[in-house]
C-alpha cells in the first residue's frame, strides 16, 4: 500500500510553463519533505514543512502544506531545463525521522 | 543541512562476493541513519534504520543475514552485502537523521551503484 500518492508520475512542459505536483495521503504527517534527485546522485532537500497551511517559497517553487497535514503540493513557476530531475515527496508520522516516500514525479523540462 | 559522504561510488562485483558500503557524516554526529535501494525509474525502499550503538531495525521482508548493518560511531555506518547476487544490483544511498532543526529532515549521501556481475 502506497501511504503517499505523487501526481502526475511524469511530467514534460516546454521552457516557460507553469506546473504542479502533488503529494496525497489519508494519513496525518507531522512533517513533510520535497527533495529533488537527479540521475546517478542522492536526493537534495528542498524543503521541510510542519504545519498545517504553511507555504514556504524558494525562488521559484512554492511549496504547500495541507490544512490538515495530510497533502502537499509544488509549484513551480516558468520552469527552466535545470529544473528537470525526479521530485520526491516524503512524510514522517512521528519523531522517529523515519520517512514515508512518495511514488515520485519524474519532471523533464524541454529548451 | 549536512554533508554525507558514501564510498565507493560504484562497484562491480562477482556473484557470490561480499561488499561493504561506507556512510559517513562528515559535519554532524549522526545517532540515526538510514539505508535505501532505488531500482531505475523508481522510488526510494527504506531497507533498515541504523543506530548508533545498537542493532540495526531492518524493514519487513530485508534480509538481516544478508544486508549487515554497522554504526559504530556517531560519523560512520556502514552497510555488508554479503553473498552478493545479480539481483542485489541497485543504487544503494544511506541519509542521515538531523535532530534539533525542522521537522524530521534526513540528508543523503550521493548513492552508491551496485553491479553485481
Known amino acids: 500500500t502506497q501511504l503517499l500518492e505523487q501526481s502526475p508520475q511524469f511530467l514534460s512542459i516546454q521552457e516557460g510553463e507553469n506546473l504542479t505536483v502533488y503529494c496525497n495521503s489519508s494519513?496525518?504527517?507531522?512533517?513533510l519533505q520535497w527533495y529533488r534527485q537527479e540521475p546517478g546522485e542522492g536526493p537534495v532537500l528542498l524543503v521541510t514543512?510542519?504545519?498545517?497551511?504553511e507555504v514556504k517559497k524558494l525562488k521559484r517553487l512554492t511549496f504547500q502544506f495541507g490544512d490538515a497535514r495530510k497533502d502537499s503540493s509544488l509549484h513551480i513557476t516558468a520552469a527552466q531545463p535545470g529544473d528537470t530531475g525526479l521530485y520526491l515527496c516524503?512524510?514522517?508520522?512521528?519523531?522517529?525521522?523515519?520517512?514515508?516516500f512518495g511514488s515520485g514525479t519524474r519532471l523533464l523540462v524541454r529548451p | 543541512g549536512a554533508v554525507v559522504s558514501q564510498h565507493p561510488s560504484r562497484v562491480i562485483c562477482k556473484s557470490g562476493t561480499s561488499v561493504k558500503i561506507e556512510c559517513r557524516s562528515l559535519?554532524?554526529?549522526?545517532?540515526?541513519m538510514f539505508w535505501y535501494r532505488q531500482f531505475p525509474k523508481q522510488s526510494l525502499m527504506l531497507m533498515a534504520t541504523?543506530?548508533?550503538?545498537?542493532?540495526?531495525?531492518?524493514e519487513q521482508g530485508v534480509e538481516k543475514d544478508k544486508f549487515l548493518i554497522n554504526h559504530a560511531s556517531l560519523t560512520l555506518s556502514t552497510l555488508t552485502v554479503t553473498s552478493a547476487h545479480p539481483e542485489d544490483s541497485s543504487f544503494y544511498i544511506c541519509?542521515?537523521?538531523?535532530?534539533?532543526?525542522?521537522?524530521?529532515?534526513?540528508?543523503f549521501g550521493p548513492g552508491t551503484r551496485l553491479l553485481v556481475l
Open positions: 541519509s542521515v537523521a538531523k535532530t534539533g532543526g525542522v521537522g524530521e529532515t534526513q540528508y
Open positions: 494519513s496525518v504527517f507531522s512533517s
Open positions: 514543512v510542519v504545519t498545517g497551511g
Open positions: 516524503a512524510g514522517a508520522r512521528d519523531s522517529s525521522y523515519k520517512l514515508i
Open positions: 559535519d554532524f554526529q549522526a545517532t540515526t
Open positions: 541504523s543506530n548508533e550503538g545498537s542493532k540495526a531495525t531492518y
